[in-house]
């Protein structure tokens, strides 16, 4: 029995998205027939051709409503459809003309969804106006998915007679972000009544912290679903056992890359299609967090990491060389690298010359702030590392259970790596329980210090994530109050929180409008970097 799995839009369409891919791999490995589409790029190729949006563009310019944006509406389909700016390298080299780009990228999208009152697609990012209707949920959902949507024609001309081509038996829709759930629900909807005869899983990375939270994931808008799966190995084996029991299906002979790094089919991709400077390949090194101990995060409930192979490490990082001779970027997605395994993949990279570098996600570690270590990294390929900083207090630092609560490592890491030659995408989060002024000033402190070492940075404000140590024992962190924050947001994986009738979200909120972002220092690193993509492009910019 066959699966496809389908990544839905919106993603970013910088590279493909990879929770469907990785579980196709999985099943494959179990001995399963699988293969995956990312429907989110196949979406904005749809929506983004040239002769499609002046056709929608002719409509809306006869709207009233819309008499104000038609000329930066034709600006935008030109850039979009003849262009194509953001796969010009060139682009990336002046930040003025890359923001341009962006936001034209942003006017083409928001043509595409124009003639469908109430909804607006972005780059990564879906709204509903009416507030019945947020994804996050259970009956907003549900409208949604009875509602038409900017990805209908998509879906019936293109998707699902492809799926239908293809005999398929079993369609799993693999969602990793929230704003993705409503083009998931309203495809289970068109694929029941277009082919009925097709399984519907659904899954993937939100699916599995629903499921972890103890949401509820049946009843409408569920019931569109034959089944909802968390995506463990267990869940993965049993959707490839009816191969592995079949005598005519050949389960593919055992090769190294059956312990490599999760990622997407290399053949299976339509490369030409991503907005990056260069073809970017996403990885995960391994499943689960090796730490799993920040009192602000989610990841305890899921099982622990279990990291790649050395070898499959290797054999990977050849195939990917062999497959682009003229440079790739490795975005590695885990939540937090093991070093271990970033010095191997350097090793690797550095000692056979391959024309790879790569970024990701690392927590503060000790590693990161040997020169030694640093330089093998960067003569190894890492272009950029996002460091989960947090912040410069050492007090909060303990709070949020990073280790150590010692904020002079991640300045000492900062040093390190910027004198190696790699550059630090630094994450902040404020609005954590109790937090003060002084604590924040700490912060600010030290990215002004270490401003030249800091190439990018991205501000948060804590949302208290459900089933988080934080969530479950809120008195041990001085929170007094947890609610939701919305009265109908029952599948959102986070809540408000109040600290004896304080709260400390909004008065973080405040103290960066009217001092973070005043700081000169601040000022010079994030200035003229606005841009939906994020880290997905910075490490080229
Ligand atoms: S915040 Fe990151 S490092 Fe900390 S437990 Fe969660 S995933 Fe792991």
Redesign the pocket.
């Known amino acids: 029995m066959s699966i496809v799995f389908v990544t839905p839009p919106p993603i970013k369409p910088s590279e493909p998205g990879l929770s469907a891919f990785a579980a196709a791999e999985l099943v494959r490995r179990f001995g399963g027939r699988a293969h995956a589409v990312d429907a989110s790029i196949g979406w904005h190729r749809f929506a983004l051709d040239g002769d499609r949006l002046q056709a929608t563009l002719a409509q809306v310019a006869q709207d009233p409503q819309f008499a104000k944006d038609v000329p930066a509406f034709r600006r935008a389909v030109r850039s979009v459809s003849a262009v194509r700016p953001l796969q010009a390298p060139a682009t990336y080299r002046d930040r003025k003309v890359y923001t341009s780009a962006v936001n034209h990228l942003e006017q083409a999208l928001r043509l595409a969804s124009a003639p469908f009152p109430g909804i607006q697609v972005g780059i990564a990012n879906y709204t509903a106006w009416h507030p019945s209707l947020r994804p996050e949920s259970r009956a907003g959902l549900a409208v949604l998915s009875g509602t038409v949507q900017p990805f209908d024609a998509y879906f019936l001309e293109v998707l699902i007679p492809s799926i239908r081509a293809s005999n398929v038996q079993q369609v799993g829709i693999s969602v990793t972000f929230q704003m993705q759930a409503p083009a998931a629900f309203r495809l289970a909807r068109l694929l029941r009544d277009e082919l009925p005869g097709v399984q519907r899983i659904l899954g993937g990375p939100l699916v599995a912290c629903w499921l972890a939270a103890e949401m509820r994931c049946d009843g409408a808008p569920f019931d569109l679903f034959d089944r909802v799966i968390a995506g463990t190995d267990a869940e993965l084996q049993q959707l490839a056992q009816p191969d592995a029991d079949d005598p005519t299906w050949l389960r593919p002979p055992p090769t190294p890359l059956d312990d490599a790094p999760l990622s997407v089919a290399l053949d299976q991709v339509e490369w030409a299609q991503y907005l990056a400077p260069r073809p970017t390949v996403p990885a995960v090194l391994g499943r689960g967090?090796y730490?799993?101990?920040?009192t602000f995060?989610p990841?305890h409930l899921h099982p622990r990491l279990q990291p790649c192979g050395q070898d499959g490490l290797e054999a990977w990082l050849h195939a990917i060389a062999d497959r682009f001779p003229d440079g790739a970027m490795l975005h590695f997605t885990d939540?937090?690298l093991p070093p271990a395994h970033l010095g191997r993949a350097a090793e690797v990279i550095r000692r056979d010359r391959l024309p790879l570098q790569w970024r990701g996600f690392v927590?503060v570690e000790r590693a990161f702030a040997d020169p030694e270590f640093a330089r093998t990294l960067a003569e190894g390929g890492c272009a950029m590392l996002q460091l989960?900083v947090e912040t410069g207090s050492p007090r909060i630092l303990g709070l949020l259970g990073k280790g150590g609560g010692d904020p002079d490592l991640s300045r000492r890491v900062l040093r390190t790596l910027h004198h190696a030659g790699i550059r630090s995408y630094v994450y902040l989060l404020f609005g954590v329980p109790t937090e003060t002024d002084a604590d924040r000033e700490a912060t600010l402190r030290l990215v002004e210090d270490e401003a030249d070492a800091i190439h990018a940075l991205n501000l948060a404000i804590l949302n208290l994530p459900r089933r988080s140590p934080m969530h479950r024992a809120p008195e041990q962190f001085g929170i007094t109050e947890v609610l939701p924050f919305h009265d109908d947001t029952d599948l959102s994986l986070y809540d408000d929180f109040r600290c004896d009738g304080r709260h400390p979200r909004t008065e973080a909120r405040r103290w960066l409008d009217h001092r973070f972002a005043k700081s000169a220092a601040v000022r010079r690193i994030g200035a003229d970097f606005k841009s939906a993509f994020k880290e997905d492009h910075a490490w080229s910019l």
Do not use: T
Request: aromatic share 10%; hydrophobic share 20%.
């Open positions: 967090c730490w799993r101990k920040c995060c990841d939540s937090a927590r989960g």
